[in-house]
C-alpha cells in the first residue's frame, strides 16, 4: 500500500461503505469538495501571523462501494454509477484518491453474489459478464490499506474492518 504524505495543511475525507448510494456521494462532493481542491490548513500559530498555508482535499475510499447482496435493476444501475464516478475520480485524481479494499471489493464476493447476478440480468450474459470482470479487474487497484504519514513522524492506518497483514514503519 502506497502511503499519504500528510503535512498537517491537506484534509483527508474518509468515505466508508457507500454501498452504491450515489446520492451520498454526490453529496460528499457537493458538501466538501473535489479532490485536489485547495483547503486552508488548521489554525495554529502560522495563520495567526496571516500565514495562511493551503493544501489539498485527498478523498480516501475505505471500502464497500457498492453491495454485493442486493439485485434489483434501481440499485443496479446506482450502485454501477457510483463505481463509474468513483473510477472517474481515480482516474483524473491520482494523487489525491485513494482506495482501500473492502469485503465486496473482493473478487470471490463479487462473482459469487447477487450484485454480479443483477449486473448479468440488466446488461445480458455476454456484457453483463464482460462489465463483471471490468469491476473487478478495476478493484485489484484498491490497497489492502491505507497509510497516512504526519508530519510529526507518526502514521494513521485505515483498514476496512479486515485482517491487516503485517505492517512495518
Known amino acids: 500500500a502506497h502511503a499519504i504524505a500528510w503535512h498537517g495543511r491537506d484534509r483527508v475525507l ?9 446520492n451520498c456521494l454526490l453529496h460528499a462532493l457537493s458538501t466538501i469538495g473535489m479532490p485536489g481542491d485547495s483547503v486552508i490548513g488548521p ?6 501571523n496571516g500565514d495562511s498555508k493551503k493544501g489539498h482535499l485527498h478523498i480516501l475510499f475505505n471500502g464497500d462501494i457498492f453491495d454485493n447482496r442486493q439485485i434489483d435493476d434501481d440499485y443496479v444501475r446506482k450502485a454501477l454509477m457510483t463505481l463509474a464516478m468513483v ?3 481515480k482516474q483524473n485524481y491520482p494523487r489525491y484518491v485513494h482506495l482501500v479494499l473492502g469485503n465486496h471489493e473482493l473478487w470471490e464476493d463479487l462473482t459469487i453474489k447477487t450484485f454480479a447476478q443483477g449486473i448479468i ?9 464482460r462489465l463483471v470482470r471490468g469491476i473487478a479487474r478495476f478493484c485489484l487497484h484498491f490497497d489492502p490499506y491505507k497509510m497516512i504519514r504526519t508530519q510529526f513522524g507518526r502514521a494513521i492506518v485505515c483498514a476496512h474492518a479486515s485482517p491487516i497483514p503485517n505492517i512495518k514503519g
Open 14 to 22: 474518509v468515505l466508508s461503505d457507500l454501498h452504491g448510494r450515489f
Open 43 to 48: 489554525r495554529g500559530p502560522s495563520m495567526a
Open 87 to 89: 473510477c472517474m475520480l
Open 121 to 129: 440480468l440488466l446488461f445480458g450474459d455476454a456484457e453483463g459478464e
